[in-house]
Nanobody, 121 residues
Framework: QVQLVESGGGLAEPGGSLRLSCTAS????????MGWYRQAPGKERELVAR???????NYEESVKGRFTISRDNAGNTVHLQMNSLKPDDTAVYYC???????????????WGQGTQVTVSS
């Protein structure tokens, strides 16, 4: 019903930058929140950044001041600008979108397929 397409990611040197994007399509009545999670090898998946329908944002403590989450005017694409990257940022990054598919349906989370971010010299 809802498809998420991620782009961006790849390899960056420490101190470098990368930009992730995720576009939601399909049966969408409204989007409650859009965000990015990451999972490093041997670790649990964690929230990196999230933007709510009212444009308020949340960031994981270690990325504050380095990462910026934004949403385009149409509302269905979320971006994560990652600056001053560190080796600890290496992980698979997953787009997450909370969607209502009809006015009387509850909101459900949908996940992207994941994109690898590697920070290494």
């Amino acid at each position: 019903q809802v498809q998420l397409v991620e782009s961006g990611g790849g390899l960056a040197e420490p101190g470098g930058s990368l930009r992730l994007s995720c576009t939601a399509s399909g049966r969408i009545f409204s989007i409650n929140a859009m965000g990015w999670y990451r999972q490093a090898p041997g670790k649990e998946r964690e929230l990196v950044a999230r933007i709510l329908s009212g444009s308020s944002t949340n960031y994981e403590e270690s990325v504050k001041g380095r990462f910026t989450i934004s949403r385009d005017n149409a509302g269905n694409t979320v971006h994560l600008q990652m600056n001053s990257l560190k080796p600890d940022d290496t992980a698979v990054y997953y787009c997450n979108v909370i969607v209502r598919t009809a006015w009387n349906d509850p909101a459900y989370p949908y996940w992207g397929q994941g994109t690898q971010v590697t920070v290494s010299s």
